[in-house]
Nanobody
Framework: QVQLVESGGGLVQFGGSLRLSCTVS????????MGWYRQPPGKQRELVAI???????KYGDSVKGRFTISRDNAKNTLYLQMDNLKPEDTAVYYC??????????WGQGIQVTVSS
């Protein structure tokens, strides 16, 4: 069983920054894609960013140029640096990891609230 634990969320003012971390219970070098998703209040879960084993990255349109995803295989950790935060970034953020053998795994989610 793979466990993903998010940290680093909280309350921040408009224009501020936060860095989310997702610590994984197994070696992450086997995960062919990892990512961050979010679910705003009353809305469906949406893509924030994904990073593939090759290093290629995809961002959701609303966060391009403001968020940066990265992974540290040595620390078994996925990161999301969020800059220039806006109230519409308020959501529960989820870490996701995909492995051929282990399947799809999700973290429990962490709240990010941006005040105007």
């Amino acid at each position: 069983q793979v466990q993903l634990v998010e940290s680093g969320g909280g309350l921040v003012q408009f224009g501020g920054s936060l860095r989310l971390s997702c610590t994984v219970s197994v070696n992450i070098f086997t995960f062919y894609v990892m990512g961050w998703y979010r679910q705003p209040p009353g809305k469906q879960r949406e893509l924030v960013a994904i990073i593939r084993e090759s290093g290629s990255i995809k961002y959701g349109d609303s966060v391009k140029g403001r968020f940066t995803i990265s992974r540290d295989n040595a620390k078994n950790t996925l990161y999301l640096q969020m800059d220039n935060l806006k109230p519409e970034d308020t959501a529960v953020y989820y870490c996701n990891a995909n492995d051929v053998a282990l399947g799809i795994s999700w973290g429990q989610g962490i709240q990010v609230t941006v005040s105007s």
